[in-house]
């Protein structure tokens, strides 16, 4: 018997101007149109909004209230609508630390197997989160890639601090962290930076908790000297790109470098986590597998 279609009378919802139209099922139909034409109030507003308030009518009144509550739409009628789904079309709200997995739960349901029959035995589940301060890599803290800062984009060594030799937003002359280095009674602020014997380069990029005895006037008050490459991390790269500016996070791309992490190879889990094995793989080989690998590497456990 052929399916009879969706069809829909007279339909003003937003700008809709009394549509009418069969829509027809089991089949692949895409809606087409410039901005503000219709489409998006037609199927969701429409269709989908009519299909959730039908569907919602056959719970109970307990569940009802606590369901979404979708409005009737302005439509003459809508015939043989179907139960709908609605996939979202904005992206997933997530992080660095979220992951197909991790949004599907499939990664969840990987950490309990692991920790049920992998060998040798570690633990519990929450030991394969690289989320878990004691399942992380400690080097990239879990992200599976680390930063790494380029001296060459960061410092222009032809020029002196007086000159702007540190590029990077917040050190320019005058500013408060380049008064961290220009008043420490360090440097001369009128020499290029290629001028520096080592030691002196030492302690301008990495140098930490060195004493300021002789700071110049107006040195900011502070017990301890940190070098440009520390204070960086620990100012930027350390701190989530949302809690950066857009000027930050464009600095941040100018000067550094990404790459997996030399320590978990991308693996994002420390070395006793990652030893822990089903068969031939660690949890890192299937979160990094395609779903249709990992269903068959999945099926071929034969533990209970």
């Excluded at 507003?45 to 009802?64: G, K, M, N």
């Amino acid at each position: 018997m052929t399916e009879r279609p969706v069809r829909v009378v007279r339909a003003r919802t937003n700008n809709l101007k009394n549509v009418t139209l069969n829509i027809p099922t089991h089949q692949i139909v895409a809606f087409t149109g410039v901005s503000g034409s219709g489409k998006s109030s037609l199927l969701f507003d429409t269709i989908a909004a009519e299909s959730q308030r039908q569907l919602a009518e056959t719970y109970s009144t307990f569940v009802r209230n606590r369901l979404p509550h979708f409005g009737q739409p302005d439509v003459d009628r809508i015939e043989n609508v179907p139960a709908s789904i609605v996939i979202d079309q904005r992206r997933l709200g997530g992080n660095a630390r979220s992951t197909v997995g991790t949004v599907t739960e499939i990664y969840a349901l990987l950490r309990l197997l692991f920790s049920r029959i992998g060998k040798p035995h570690i633990g519990e589940s929450s030991l394969f989160s690289f989320n878990n301060p004691h399942g992380m890599c400690p080097q990239c803290q879990g992200l599976g890639a680390v930063r790494t800062i380029d001296e060459n984009a960061l410092f222009d060594r032809t020029r002196s601090l007086d000159d702007g030799a540190i590029r990077f937003p917040g050190f320019e002359p005058s500013s408060w962290r380049w008064k961290r280095y220009a008043l420490s009674g360090f440097f001369d602020t009128t020499k290029p930076l290629e001028r520096y014997t080592d030691e002196q380069w030492q302690r301008l990029t990495i140098e930490e908790g060195t004493p300021v005895t002789a700071p110049k006037p107006g040195w900011p008050k502070t017990t301890t000297y940190e070098g440009v490459l520390p204070r960086l991390r620990r100012s930027f790269l350390e701190r989530e790109d949302s809690e950066l500016s857009t000027v930050e996070r464009e600095a941040l791309a100018r000067v550094t470098k990404s790459g997996p992490c030399p320590a978990c190879k991308g693996g994002r889990l420390n070395p006793t986590v990652l030893a822990c094995r089903i068969g031939e793989h660690n949890i890192a080989d299937c979160a990094a597998m395609e779903a249709s690998d990992l269903l068959d590497f999945v099926s071929g456990i034969g533990e209970p």
